[in-house]
């Protein structure tokens, strides 16, 4: 048609997108703060990696992360392993004993602390307003996200667009994510091809709904 997929997508509402810069796995402290310094230097302003080091260790990256790129910059904790790592796996305690210090980090999420399918657990933890929560990227249907969406357990729904329903369903989750008052952050762990079509169907939506964009580096 000679026109931007955004236009196909119904038209786009801005031009800009914040971009977190997602890497970090299974390193050592130090190697975390040097990361998130190396991705500062590219010019991104947050940064999102996986702690798995045990809860001390945890925390010594993070604070070894804060200084290493200052207060202003943000800084998002990928938990997706702490629920399925056998007899490593964090108690309920230690998550919320994790998620109370992080809080004084200043973290803008903690991500997928807890079973994915534990929607309770979530918003009990959520009520708790230690940090913000993420969680949507292991959902295995429409009615599922929806749940998530309604019952308020997350502040940050995720969505893989290439791999969880297309642009079709993304399109229908963000107008009740807008409708509940929550926020939106790609999942996009892939090719570029992927991190440019969900920035195409992300400015079709204000900031206030469609925050982040998740870009692997």
């Known amino acids: 048609r000679g026109v931007p997929l955004s236009e196909v997508l119904g038209g786009r509402v801005r031009d800009r997108m914040r971009l977190y810069g997602s890497a970090g796995m299974y390193m050592p402290p130090e190697a975390y703060a040097a990361e998130a310094a190396a991705v500062a230097e590219l010019g991104f302003r947050a940064y999102k990696m996986r702690l798995a080091l045990g809860p001390e260790k945890d925390l010594e990256a993070l604070r070894l992360m804060r200084r290493a790129v200052g207060p202003d910059f943000d800084l998002m904790v990928d938990a997706h392993t702490w629920w399925r790592m056998g007899d490593s796996s964090y108690s309920l305690a230690t998550v919320e004993q994790l998620a109370r210090e992080m809080g004084s980090y200043g973290v803008a999420w903690l991500e997928e602390p807890l079973p994915p399918d534990d929607h309770e657990a979530y918003l009990e ?4 307003d230690y940090v913000p929560l993420a969680a949507g990227e292991h959902e295995p249907n429409e009615s599922r996200y929806i749940h998530l969406i309604a019952s308020n357990a997350v ?10 329903g297309g642009f079709a369903m993304g399109r229908r989750l963000f107008a009740e994510i807008a409708r509940h008052g929550l926020r939106f952050a790609f999942h996009s762990w892939g090719t570029a091809l992927e991190v440019l079509a ?10 206030m709904v469609v925050e982040w964009l998740e870009y692997p580096c």
């Open 198 to 207: 969900a920035a195409h169907l992300g400015i079709c939506w204000p900031e």
């Open 155 to 164: 502040d940050y729904v995720q969505m893989d667009v290439c791999c969880q």
């Open 125 to 128: 933890l959520k009520r708790k």
